[in-house]
């Protein structure tokens, strides 16, 4: 882009030029990248990750404020600069990612909505910046997520380390919210896809059409800003955006007859052209389990093959490269199509290393207890792993009550930060480090007890339930193939998210399932009823104390009855002598 | 006596011996009327684990004891059962000492009374007690303690309340021995635990002055000058504890998660008493109102209460016992044995008592139905919270006509003692004494 320098006027009022002048002046380098993963997953379902990475080498923290934006968009980098923000991850995410049906997933989010930032060390009021942050990225995105409050806000210790440049970690300015009861719909996509450089214009993100990405079996929409390295010496620091958007495509519900994927199956659209502001914009196939082409097919076919190591697994994947012409071929579209060709034969799927899931026992609305189950299955290898577990206030936990077993036997956590509740301000905070043992499994149970609360306190829907939000569980999971460290060489998008720094373990980070739980609700329909019914017993309390009090006892004198005196008064009308 | 008490002790902690022993201690633990947010026991359990984890109890809002219990139970935790079979026992022991030395100051009273029969109106000496009539009131009354099913309940479950009425009971005696100090200091006690006893006041020092024969008129200067003293010791002692509270700790949070807590009603479970479901339905914008009003209900019977009592101030105590038990914030079953304990001293008011009979119906359905309409509602999920509040009204509106109802037996005895039991209307028939 170039810089308009503005109109030079002499004393007499006459421009020196009559042209603009237009000098072009050094920009810092901004860079685009987008790439689509599709991998076919063990139970039939398809899994397409889009991931969409813009890197900018600027400062948003120096004094006089960018106001050049190219692709980055504006709107989210006038929130960094103004909030000071470091690090920023949201996700919003409609399903629940079924780990020992479909693997792991490439980025892994919590149904619902969930925000986590680190501020910098410059701000001093983390609490106002994290309200005003929220309204505002609630605006951005269309969300609800001013309901992010003091109550669902939580200061982990330990899970929830910055992803980007590290300088030192002062958990003061991390703060982490979930909201588990929010729905995701169009209206969150469209302004998402607004943030990219091509809108839905161009590139990949033509196929993101919400018809079809809403009748899903999982949706997710994510949105990662951080600052990276540029090199090994990290001589120069640029911010990279990422916005990624997960989506599995149910083999039933698309009325597939013959199991049969295509772009235009599951999209609705084929692909005309690469984003033009893009430096790259690939398409990969996972073929690591079809490599001699014998459970599908693709086409057209690609002659490029590539190789990563994601996840602890090495993979082979077939790339599009839509920067180049001869990917759309004659008519000019790129019709993706992946035919199977028998229906049986499964390959066996890697089955994912750490997994959990949690569940409410107990009956009745007085008590219950949370079990919160995570499977080590790994033949050999034992390792830790971070559990993050946020409660609202209205469970109230008991600590005391808190039993880790692996194996039948106790296996006593060596690091426990808990921080309690405090009524309608902030919510239970339990972090552990659990060792889990090689192929085992391990609960961890807690009872609690359930709140009544006031009755403007309840949803619309009290006997819907209250939602308690997923628990969190870090883990670097040994890895059987050798993960490659260095940070500056080429790597496909989807493996490079979560940073690498050792060779034999990788980061993995898994949800365990939201928990609805029942509290017991008072009758709404009567405020104003107890309200007289219990002042009328203190009245009667008072009454009776004050007759006491206030009275003395007196011989009575008895009153006529009515009769006798209407009698009597006639009586005395006539002149005629007066009953008794 | 000794022999029958002894008897009743061992009978009683026989009892709760094997209550502990069964199966149903920890699902009385649980029951809402018997502990509260207070006095549970599983509460202070948490806050001593909050304690070994390196948090502070008062951090969170589970734990609402004061700082000495924590130091208390943090060397007895293991002999919790004990500790409250003791404090039961010592809750029993002070009150049948407490009505022994009360019932010799009664016929010494009554002495008095006989010598100056001739200015009495005869009828009444019928109302009079002799001293054999009164020999088994103090077992009578340690026995109405230990083996009322709530007192049991409570001990069973382990509820701080039982620590609370032992500190009273001990309190009641000290003062009925005439020891100000001692009464000074026990009722801080029961005053730093739960603020209401601080009524207590005021018995306790018409009590006192009434025995060193010191005339209760505010003109005098004595009445001042003796109220200051109990009110110097009181509150001496008082500044005493909380400074050892906020040693203990090292912080001032426990004011706060005690008091203000007991103060500004913030956990609405339910319980037995009234503040639950009308702070749970209450108008936002009332809310403060309410709360002052409820708060001030439990504080405004003294006065009145104490000026027409100013003679009879034990039974003043047991008013107002009655009245915090009633109108606290978080009631239990454990409060409401401590005043139904001293019922039998006042046994020789049955003649006049008038609906004793629909009360004691009543306090007994509401006790079977509390468990039956809690099941329903939390369990069966087939009643409401409608019904269990129901009950509760109708509990406290019984104990309310119990209250009222000695209250008036209370008055009218007196009235008779003054102008003869058997009254005649101007024409000669019987008469009816109704309040005017």
């Known amino acids: ?580 | 006596m000794a022999a029958p008490l002894t008897l009743l002790l061992v009978v009683a902690v026989t009892i709760r011996a094997a209550l502990y022993r069964s199966s149903l201690a920890e699902v009385i633990a649980e029951r809402v009327e018997v502990v509260s947010p207070i006095t549970a026991w599983k509460r202070v359990i948490e806050g001593l684990a909050l304690l070994d984890l390196g948090v502070s109890p008062y951090s969170g809002d589970v734990f609402h004891e004061t700082p000495l219990v924590i130091y208390l139970f943090h060397f007895l935790v293991d002999y919790a059962e004990i500790t409250f079979m003791l404090a039961d026992v010592i809750s029993a022991i002070a009150l049948y000492l407490a009505v022994k030395e009360y019932n010799k100051q009664v016929v010494r009273k009554k002495q008095k009374f006989a010598l100056e029969a001739d200015r009495y109106p005869q009828d009444c000496l019928e109302l009079i007690r002799s001293p054999k009539e009164m020999l088994y009131i103090p077992l009578k009354v340690a026995m109405f303690y230990l083996l009322n099913p709530f007192t049991i309940l409570s001990c069973v479950a382990k509820s701080t309340c039982g620590l609370n009425n032992a500190v009273i009971s001990l309190f009641i005696l000290t003062t009925i021995k005439g020891n100000a100090l001692l009464s000074a200091v026990f009722l801080c006690l029961a005053t730093y635990q739960s603020i209401y006893p601080l009524t207590l006041c005021a018995p306790a020092m018409l009590y006192l002055m009434q025995r060193q024969y010191i005339p209760v008129n505010y003109r005098r200067a004595s009445f001042w000058w003796f109220v200051v003293q109990y009110l110097f010791m009181y509150l001496g002692s008082l500044f005493v504890l909380i400074c050892l509270s906020f040693f203990l700790l090292g912080s001032w949070d426990y004011l706060p998660s005690v008091y203000g807590f007991i103060l500004s009603v913030p956990d609405l479970t339910p319980n037995i008493g009234l503040f639950w479901y009308f702070f749970a339905e209450m108008f936002e914008h009332f809310r403060l109102f309410f709360l002052c009003v409820f708060q001030i209900n439990v504080f405004f019977y003294t006065v009145p209460l104490s000026i027409k009592l100013k003679d009879h101030p034990v039974f003043l105590m047991f008013m107002q016992l009655a009245v915090i038990s009633i109108f606290k914030s978080y009631p239990t079953v454990g409060d409401i044995a401590l005043y139904m304990a001293l019922l039998p001293v006042w046994s020789h008011l049955h003649r006049f008592l008038r609906n004793i009979f629909l009360v004691s119906c009543v306090l007994l359905a509401c006790s079977v139905l509390f468990p039956v309409l809690w099941h329903l509602w939390i369990y069966a999920g087939s009643a409401n919270s409608n019904f269990y509040y129901a009950i509760t009204l109708l509990f406290n509106v019984a104990q309310i006509l119990l209250v009222s109802d000695y209250f008036y037996a209370f008055l009218r005895r007196e009235h008779h003692l003054i102008h003869g039991l058997y009254l005649k209307k101007k024409d000669g028939s019987e008469a009816t004494l109704v309040l005017k």
């Open chain 1, 1 to 580: 882009t170039f810089y308009i320098e503005p109109l030079k006027i002499n004393k007499l009022g006459v421009r020196a030029s009559d042209t603009f002048v237009l000098t072009p002046t050094p920009q810092p380098k901004d860079d685009f990248q987008e790439e689509l993963v599709i991998r076919p997953l063990h139970s039939g379902d398809i899994y397409a990750s889009f991931q969409f990475r813009t890197l900018w080498e600027t400062d948003f923290m120096r004094e006089n404020k960018v106001s050049h934006y190219r692709l980055f968009p504006k709107s989210l980098g006038q929130v960094i600069s103004k909030f000071s923000v470091r690090e920023l991850h949201i996700s919003f995410t409609q399903g629940y990612w079924r780990t020992m049906q479909w693997g792991q997933p490439f980025l892994p989010s919590p149904p619902g909505a969930e925000l986590w930032v680190w501020f910098q060390d410059s701000v001093t009021d983390v609490d106002a910046a994290w309200k005003e942050l929220t309204n505002v990225l609630s605006g951005i995105f269309c969300a609800s997520l001013n309901f992010i409050d003091s109550t669902n806000t939580v200061q982990p210790s330990a899970s929830f380390k910055p992803l980007g440049i590290v300088n030192e970690t002062d958990h003061r300015f991390l703060r982490y919210a979930t909201l588990p009861r929010e729905i995701v719909c169009t209206e969150n996509l469209t302004p998402w896809k607004k943030l990219l450089p091509c809108g839905s214009k161009a590139g990949l993100a033509v196929l993101l059409k919400s018809e079809k990405l809403f009748h899903s079996s999982f949706f997710s929409q994510t949105v990662h800003i951080r600052p990276v390295c540029q090199d090994r010496e990290c001589k120069t620091t640029s911010w990279e955006l990422r916005q990624t958007l997960n989506v599995v495509f149910d083999l039933h519900t698309s009325g597939q007859g013959k199991r049969e994927w295509s772009l235009f199956k599951m999209f609705s659209r084929t692909l005309t052209e690469a984003c033009p502001l893009a430096s790259s914009s690939k398409i990969y196939i996972d073929v690591t389990d079809n490599p001699q082409e014998e459970y599908f097919e693709l086409s057209p076919a690609t002659p490029l093959l590539s190789q990563a190591v994601v996840l602890g697994d090495r993979r082979t994947f077939s790339v599009y490269d839509l920067t180049q012409q001869v990917t759309f071929g004659t008519v000019r579209s790129l019709n993706l199509l992946i035919r199977w060709k028998s229906t049986e034969g499964e390959c066996s799927m890697l089955r994912p290393l750490l997994h959990a899931e949690r569940y409410v026992a107990g009956y009745g609305l007085q008590t219950g207890e949370i079990h919160t189950v995570m499977y080590n299955n790994h033949p050999f290898r034992s390792f830790p792993v971070l559990l993050l577990d946020s409660v609202p206030w209205y469970l109230r936990l008991y600590i005391h009550t808190l039993t880790v077993t692996s194996k039948g036997k106790d296996n006593t956590p060596s690091y426990i930060h808990y921080q309690p509740s405090k009524d309608r301000m902030r919510p239970h905070l339990l972090e552990m480090l659990v060792q889990l043992p090689p192929h085992s499994v391990t609960e961890v149970t807690v009872q609690f007890e359930r709140a009544l609360l006031k009755w403007t306190e309840y949803t619309p829907d009290p006997n819907h339930g209250f939602y308690v939000g997923s628990s969190v569980i870090s883990a670097l999971v040994p890895s059987s193939v050798a993960m490659d460290t260095n940070i500056t060489q080429e790597q496909p998008l989807f493996s490079s998210f979560f940073p690498c720094k050792e060779e034999s373990s990788y980061f993995v980070r898994v949800y365990t399932e939201p928990l609805l739980v029942n509290l017991p609700t008072p009758d709404f329909s009567m405020p104003y009823n107890v309200i007289c019914l219990t002042c009328t017993v203190v009245a009667v309390g008072y009454g009776s104390l004050y007759n006491l009090l206030t009275r003395s006892f007196q011989i009575e004198e008895p009153n006529p009855r009515l009769a006798k005196k209407i009698a009597n008064f006639i009586r005395r009308i006539r002149g005629v002598p007066l009953l008794s």
